[in-house]
């Protein structure tokens, strides 16, 4: 053997007997080096994250990042000093999550200071908290970088715990974000430093199946977040939150889709402040104050099922004025007396309940009773009026004030349920009618989606309706129905009031006996 391979020889072996860092499987231009994390440490030697951290980003390789604790007891990370920003490509996995669903914990509290929201501090001198501008104190930060994977792990106790900022291709699943108590759970934002929104950098990232619990918000698309994709998440507050804001909040955040997840006890579910086009499909919104606030054009919320909050979607007057879609959602048990209200939801008693609220105030009205944003001092003079208030300096009704059908008759027989109404609109006009069921008699909700059908105003704006819902398409037949309509520019009215179905004579009861 010569001397050149003896040394290569002698340099592998030292390397493999170190366990930390290996070659997983074999060499090939895509094979990633494995970084091994066996250490809870924070000092920066070998087998740390933070040397790991530090590893992979000093080369432009493709590395994975196994983090398994030699070290007895709890699997638990506590930093003494933030961590470097981390470089992509890379894949971070707490590799006990895939045998036991365990997480590795990554712990901020050995540097963050203890407190509530105080604790983090806005970009903006004397503001703090999940509400305000800021990108302080992440825990895992990934900036300016693309490829990025986070698996497997409990992030807790930063001001925000994984910080996406103008990356792209990160994707953050299977883990648990806990108690981060500044600007959210996960950020992921377009942020060029100064506030303002940069509209490529933040795209394509995805958010998938994983816990967020007593987080500010729990997940923020912000400042250009664009085409990104959060599924399959829980967003939950409990009492020991104390700043329980919004389980999701997409401000000037565009075409992102939301589907598949959980939002219970916030001020609002799900808060879309001047985004656009967002699909947000096939949720689940309960005990929240706002299930839905929303403002923005062309956002498109479809079936989700929206059950005991104080307001099941709630849109806001704003400029531009919103236009927005609601379609086959599935609305029940609302009207519930909850009030939280940081920045979002109500804490006004007499603020409405129900089903759906339409020109309802935000904070960024004059009407709206709640916490703006911790440390935010509001100025009288910025604050917005809804019409009729301060007229002609207000904003008018959202989605171009179109009003509700009315429904005219209901009436079950053996075969079907047939239900006849009239609507108005611009003249010459296209409307989609949908129609939902309510099995309580005194229901004015959506429990059920039933039908929809096209419907076309004459030169006056006027159109009368009929709609045939056979017993097939339901397994009861409901005892009340209520309709939307929605134009063609994809703006929908509120529901209407309800209509008790009346069964006819020799049939059998909408009770559905």
Known sequence: MTLARLSIALVGLAVTCAAVVTRAGAQSPDAARVLHVTSAADDGGAGTLRWAIEASNATRDRERIEIELNDRGPAVIMLTSALPPIKGPVHIEGSAWRRTGEYV?????????????????????????????????????????????????????????????????????????????????????????????TSTTTVHNKVLRSEFVDNGDGLELTRGAAFNLVADNVFRSTAANPEPAQGIEILRGNDNVVSGNRFESYSDGLQINWGDRNYIAANTFANNTFGLSLTGIANVVDSNVITGNRVGIAVRPADPSPVVRLTRNRISGNGLDIMRCEAGGSCDPASPKGPTAFGVPGLEHARFVGSRGRGVTATTATLQHICPDNAPKCQPAPNDGLRAPLLTSARADAVEMIVNGTMSGVPAGRYLVELFGNMDRDSGEAEVFLDEAPVYTDRNGNAEFTLHVGRSRTDRMPQSVTATITSADGATSPLSRAHIVESLPGTRGSDGR
Do not use: H, K, W
């Open 105 to 197: 914990a990554i712990d901020g509290s050995g540097y963050i200071p203890r407190g509530g929201p105080e604790s983090c501090p806005g970009a903006t001198a004397g503001q703090y908290g999940a509400n305000v501008r800021t990108m302080t104190l992440p825990g895992l930060q990934v900036i300016d970088t693309d490829d990025v994977e986070i698996a497997g792990v409990e992030i807790r106790r930063f001001c925000i715990g994984v910080l996406v900022n103008r990356s792209t291709r990160v994707v953050i699943r299977d883990s648990r974000i806990v108690e981060n108590r500044g600007g959210a759970g996960v950020m992921l934002t377009g942020d060029d430093g100064q506030g303002n929104a």
